[in-house]
């Protein structure tokens, strides 16, 4: 892109060296390396041309592969397609569209369902343009046939303390093999006879009705809150954790045991080295893996993780896949953007003269093992992460700088908060419950009354159950000393 070769720099800069990297072309069109018949419609990588059926037929298998590779997902299961409308969700789901149709040779055997979450309130977008984007998008799901849910933003400050507890492992965890299994789909099907038994069509389809855009008081709740967080990189993360503990809550509700998101290969290579700067380094094989089962009862996938952009953006082209862009967050300082932005453009620069730097860094990704952020207990869990607080070693981990050393804040009328419960609310009290990378992230997140309730609610559930647990352990002690005297 015109963009990536410099900021002032242009198409026409630097010539020479795109000369060099240049691969050396003929004057009539290169031939497809997997058909040898048809012309290429593009080059993926060095020596890799492809035609538009060869390209198709390549993009359909990788999907296909990487999931029967991993065999998480089970038949019959119901996935819950996370959709943004950029471009790799959009493709995500079109290949799942094609691999339930009955033209495909081997089927797809699990129960799609969609969900869209309305990001407009903090994206600058304004009514008029919100109502224009949901209708556009709705338009979109309602001609899948699938069951779909729209989602607004606002939604999260509703959300119930148990989303930042682990549901039960046993939910989500067939207790058949999967060989079994599709041995059973497959021989059900044969009785049934239709071929059909995935058909959406006796499921509820879309969300129960819902006014058009939530209420101008909740949306104003929404906005200070975003308002209050002093970085663009804290927004950035605050916007990823709200937007996954309502997909989280609606697979619960919904009955979904997995859900499928469209990051990537590219996005999961920015999102490492983004984490490794955000002090998240021991979780990047659950924060970037195939597989993110921290939540227990539900499973997060990512299929599109070995796509690069630009095949998705080939992709997507070709065969007229339907997009919808969503502005990015605003800030406040152009000049300084978040962290995210950084490693993203600083990624997509080598890429422009090094073309393996992405692959590189995502198969580096690839060797690292989740076992750190393995939690035992609910006191070894982050409070806002839900992996495992890594914390041993402060004064090895450099984590003391990190504590928060403060009076509990002012109440509204002036007077200072020194009752029992008050304490919990200090914002000091929060910081053992965090993991390094989240405490970071929580100190940039303004006041505590700005925090969604459901964070607040429990975070006091977890402070008074340690208080208890504490308390039980001392009385003991006490009625023993009498004993001994």
């Known amino acids: 892109?015109?963009?990536?070769?410099?900021?002032?720099?242009?198409?026409?800069?630097?010539?020479?060296?795109?000369?060099?990297?240049?691969?050396?072309?003929?004057?009539?069109?290169?031939?497809?390396?997997?058909?040898?018949?048809?012309?290429?419609?593009?080059?993926?990588?060095?020596?890799?041309?492809?035609?538009?059926?060869?390209?198709?037929?390549?993009?359909?298998h990788k999907f296909r592969a990487m999931l029967g590779k991993n065999r998480v997902i089970f038949p019959g299961e119901k996935v819950l397609l996370a959709l943004s409308g950029g471009a790799a969700s959009s493709a995500m789901l079109r290949q799942v569209q094609e691999g339930l149709s009955r033209e495909t040779a081997k089927r797809l055997r699990f129960v799609p369902g969609i969900i869209?979450?309305?990001?407009?309130?903090?994206?600058?977008?304004?009514?008029?343009?919100?109502?224009?984007?949901?209708?556009?998008?709705?338009?979109?799901?309602?001609?899948?046939?699938?069951?779909?849910?729209?989602?607004?933003?606002?939604?999260?400050?509703?959300?119930?303390?148990?989303?930042?507890?682990?549901?039960?492992?046993?939910?989500?965890?067939?207790?058949?093999?999967y060989k079994e299994a599709v041995e059973g789909f497959i021989q059900q099907q044969r009785q049934e006879g239709d071929g059909d038994s995935l058909s959406t069509q006796d499921m509820p389809g879309g969300s129960p009705p819902l006014p058009r855009l939530p209420a101008a008081a909740r949306t104003q709740e929404l906005l200070q809150l975003f308002e209050a967080v002093e970085t663009s990189t804290a927004r950035e993360e605050l916007l990823q954790m709200l937007r996954i503990h309502l997909i989280l809550q609606t697979a619960r509700t919904r009955g979904y045991a997995k859900v499928?998101?469209?990051?990537?290969?590219?996005?999961?290579?920015?999102?490492?080295?983004?984490?490794?700067?955000?002090?998240?380094?021991?979780?990047?094989?659950?924060?970037?893996?195939?597989?993110?089962?921290?939540?227990?009862?539900?499973?997060?996938?990512?299929?599109?993780?070995?796509?690069?952009?630009?095949?998705?953006?080939?992709?997507?082209?070709?065969?007229?896949?339907?997009?919808?862009?969503?502005?990015?967050?605003?800030?406040?300082?152009?000049?300084?953007?978040?962290?995210?932005?950084?490693?993203?453009?600083?990624?997509?620069?080598?890429?422009?003269?090094?073309?393996?730097?992405?692959?590189t860094v995502y198969r580096t990704g690839e060797k690292l093992s989740p076992a750190p952020a393995k939690a035992s207990s609910e006191s070894q869990r982050c409070l806002l992460c839900l992996c495992a607080l890594d914390i041993a070693g402060e004064e090895e981990l450099a984590l003391e700088p990190t504590l928060i050393i403060e009076e509990p804040e002012p109440a509204e009328n002036g007077c200072c908060q020194d009752t029992p419960a008050a304490g919990a609310e200090s914002r000091a009290a929060f910081i053992p419950l965090l993991c390094y990378g989240c405490r970071l992230t929580f100190k940039e997140l303004g006041p505590l009354a700005t925090l969604p309730p459901y964070v607040r609610a429990e975070a006091q559930r977890r402070i008074h159950r340690a208080e208890m647990k504490q308390q039980s352990q001392e009385v003991p002690l006490e009625d023993e000393e009498p004993s001994k005297s």
């Not at 039960?168 to 093999?177: D, L, Q, R």
């Not at 080598?350 to 730097?357: G, H, I, M, R, Y």
Request: with cysteine; glycine share 8%; net charge neutral.
């Open 116 to 177: 869209y979450i309305d990001e407009g309130a903090v994206r600058g977008q304004s009514v008029a343009q919100r109502e224009q984007s949901l209708a556009r998008m709705e338009t979109l799901l309602q001609a899948t046939g699938f069951p779909y849910h729209l989602v607004h933003l606002e939604q999260a400050l509703e959300l119930p303390p148990s989303i930042l507890q682990p549901g039960p492992e046993g939910s989500s965890k067939p207790s058949t093999s």
């Open 260 to 359: 499928m998101t469209g990051e990537s290969c590219t996005r999961v290579a920015i999102k490492l080295l983004t984490n490794l700067a955000l002090g998240r380094g021991a979780f990047l094989a659950v924060d970037t893996g195939f597989m993110d089962n921290r939540h227990g009862d539900v499973m997060v996938v990512r299929p599109m993780r070995e796509y690069m952009a630009k095949e998705i953006a080939f992709y997507n082209h070709f065969f007229d896949v339907p997009t919808v862009i969503m502005p990015p967050l605003s800030t406040k300082r152009r000049e300084k953007p978040s962290i995210h932005r950084v490693i993203e453009r600083f990624l997509l620069g080598l890429q422009e003269d090094f073309p393996s730097t992405i692959s």
């Open 1 to 60: 892109m015109c963009e990536a070769a410099g900021d002032d720099a242009g198409c026409g800069a630097d010539t020479a060296s795109a000369r060099r990297r240049r691969v050396p072309g003929h004057s009539y069109p290169r031939p497809c390396v997997k058909c040898g018949q048809g012309s290429a419609a593009l080059v993926i990588r060095v020596g890799d041309a492809f035609c538009r059926g060869c390209f198709r037929e390549y993009f359909v």
